[in-house]
């Protein structure tokens, strides 16, 4: 595996994914707005808007608001999400074209903020049927965070006793049943979305299914 990353190296490649996922949203029609993403309940529209609020809030705002929400972290995203959506999609795609540059975060861990547009764009791409996906310098550097611990998700917990191997990148993590597909499945798959399950090979993928939640 290469070196650790600088951090502008990382924010350059999310600004990237930013401006490639922006390029996308413009060619969507209202419909398409309005469909459910991979993530939760959210539809495309509430996950840009909430991609908006990640790129918009620092840690002491983000701390105020996640106090004011009494630790609800579900009410907090749903709070802060509202404040970020347009009263259009036009106007939503115009205050996330607006953070495409930005560098503000909740905390200091840029690949995570990184792992944020990655996968959230896939988010919306896949139900879309967009087939642009990141980098594979991109994604490999999200999969490695994700491979070493437990953050926004428990992506380290779900490869625990499983070896994942990139095949069409250098990543590798973790020992136990092979589990192989793209860079891009496989961080997909540490970050929950069983969608992606269907892009993986190995005897390890029957374990994995069983620690995912739908």
Known sequence: M?????????????HAERAALADD???????????????????????????????????????VSVAGARFDFDEHNTRRLAEHRGGTPAETLARFRRIVTSTTAPSGH?????????????????PLGILREPSVEAATEVAKFYASRDFAVPSRSTIDGLRFEATDGPFTAGTGPLVTGTTIALTMAMAGRTAYLDDLSG????????????
Request: with cysteine.
């Open 2 to 14: 290469s070196d650790v990353m600088s951090r502008d190296a990382l924010w350059a490649m999310a």
């Open 25 to 63: 949203l413009a060619e969507l029609d209202d419909h398409q707005w309005a469909r459910p993403s991979l993530c939760g309940r959210w539809t495309v529209e509430e996950v840009v808007a909430h991609l908006t609020t990640s790129a918009s809030i620092g840690r002491l705002r983000w701390l």
């Open 110 to 126: 840029t690949a995570a903020w990184l792992g944020e547009v990655i996968v959230h764009a896939q988010d919306i791409r896949r």
């Open 203 to 214: 005897p390890g993928v029957l374990a994995l299914r069983g620690r995912e939640v739908p």
